[in-house]
């Protein structure tokens, strides 16, 4: 019976969006990145789907820019051969269908099954891929703490169900690490993790690896470097929409979206592809309005809805972390985690630079002691820092300066005390674990 029922959710979802008039039109130029269509114009939005046959499958692109010569249409599969004068079709706007039996698969951007369990079973209506995100007025308020296992932000950043984090690094410095360690989040009804721009040996490994405990409730979007812009544009949109399908149906969703910034990338190739100036950096304008766009529909949803935490992973290009793309993100976002090479360096993982690192929601999980608590500690390692080269040259003289003194005799401790490895056991009790390591 299970198999009959996906037989015919799939005959009807494929009846449903099968048209009855296919409207045509032809190729007239051909780019290495995009090509023209000529007498389609007339019956094409932006966002549209355009699709050519290439003998037993169809090349499907999406409609990046309309003039009166023709549309635009910048392809998910750059690698297709496509030839002047071959007719093109309108196929509408891509969406999803959902279900509740998608947990614990693994799919691509269309939601096609990469994990070779078999078909999914599509959802009773479709979801666009481009959604707006719940009105400001209707969202419900964050009031819920978050405990991530992870005793640098579990202390000095500390997060809320409902948030949105970004964590900032240039390459190389535990970014993926971290998001590992934070996957396994417990409190959660259902993890969904889109991995853009990733290498192909790192799906498999976060598989089987970090998300292995929770893989039961999770959904996996993938679109890897190999793949074209569009796929990598596309991917996080595909993560959101299911997320906000659980978010709809009254469930506590963990979004994890690896990386915004080679999303950005993807945009901007396909902007410039529209035609789009370069204004900052090569990016085009488009892309800065469509981050917040994307951003915003994670958090809160509507009163009686659930809810979706989101945590971004931002590449900061050159470790320069006044990048406009990193920027735009970090003003967005509900708080925002640092990770810094020279922390790195020295051996000390996750690399999180607590100075610079900031949850904007923290008030509302310290307790008055313990914000008081971290002001002090936030106090002491600034000290510490800002004397380190006093310190290498000699200058210090224990006993002439008592904050300091208790800097240099506290500060290491505390670092002691964040620094946790992948495969070390979540930390239940990270205030506690402080006052011990403070203890000697």
């Known amino acids: 019976m299970n198999a009959l029922a996906r037989l015919e959710a799939a005959v009807q979802s494929g009846l449903g969006e099968q048209p009855f008039l296919r409207v045509s039109g032809l190729v007239r130029e051909v780019a290495p990145t995009h090509f023209t269509v000529a007498g389609l114009s007339a019956h094409l939005m932006l966002g549209d789907c355009v699709g050519v046959e290439l003998g037993d499958r169809t090349l499907v692109g999406e409609v990046v820019r309309l003039d009166r010569e023709g549309a635009t249409v910048k392809p998910f599969d750059e690698r297709a051969a496509v030839g002047i004068g071959m007719p093109a079709f309108r196929t509408g706007a891509l969406s999803f269908r959902p279900h509740p039996d998608w947990k614990g698969r693994v799919i691509d951007a269309f939601g096609r099954p990469l994990d070779g369990a078999g078909p999914l079973l599509p959802g009773d209506a479709p979801r666009p891929l481009e959604a707006d995100p719940p009105a400001a007025m209707t969202r419900a308020r964050i009031e819920k703490p978050l405990r991530t296992g992870v005793a640098a932000i579990d202390l000095f950043t500390p997060l809320c169900q409902g948030q949105r984090i970004g964590i900032f690094a240039g390459s190389g410095v535990g970014k993926s690490t971290l998001l590992a360690m934070l996957a396994r989040c417990e409190g959660f009804d259902t993890v969904v993790v889109a991995l853009v721009g990733e290498r192909g040996r790192e799906v498999r490994e976060f598989l089987e690896g970090p998300l292995a405990p929770n893989r039961h409730r999770s959904v996996v979007v993938v679109a890897t470097s190999d793949e074209s812009p569009m796929m990598r544009r596309l991917a996080p949109r595909a993560g959101f929409a299911v997320a906000e399908y659980f978010r709809d149906r009254g469930e506590s969703v963990l979004l994890i979206v690896d990386s915004v910034t080679r999303y950005a990338h993807a945009a901007r190739d396909v902007a410039l ?55 735009a993100i970090r003003g967005t976002l509900d708080g925002h985690i640092v990770l810094d090479r020279a922390i790195a360096d020295q051996g000390r993982f996750p690399a999180i630079n607590v100075l610079r690192s900031v949850s904007r929601l923290a008030d509302l999980v310290w307790s008055p002691e313990e914000r008081e608590l971290i002001r002090r500690l936030r106090g002491l390692i600034a000290r510490f820092e800002d004397t380190r080269d006093l310190r290498l040259m000699g200058g210090y003289q224990p006993g002439t300066d008592g904050e300091l003194d208790q800097a240099v005799a506290v500060v290491p401790r505390i670092y002691e005390a964040l620094s946790q490895y992948a495969d070390a056991p979540a930390c239940r009790e990270p205030f506690a674990a402080l006052a011990a390591a403070i203890r000697g």
Not at 307 to 318: E, P, Y
Request: hydrophobic share 40%.
């Open 273 to 327: 592809a529209a035609g789009e100036p370069a204004v900052a950096r090569g990016y085009a304008p488009s892309v800065f309005s469509t981050l917040p766009r994307l951003l915003e529909r994670a958090g809160p949803g509507p009163e009686g809805a659930g809810s979706i935490s989101a945590i971004f992973s931002v590449l900061v290009d050159g470790d320069d972390h006044n990048d406009p793309v990193a920027d």
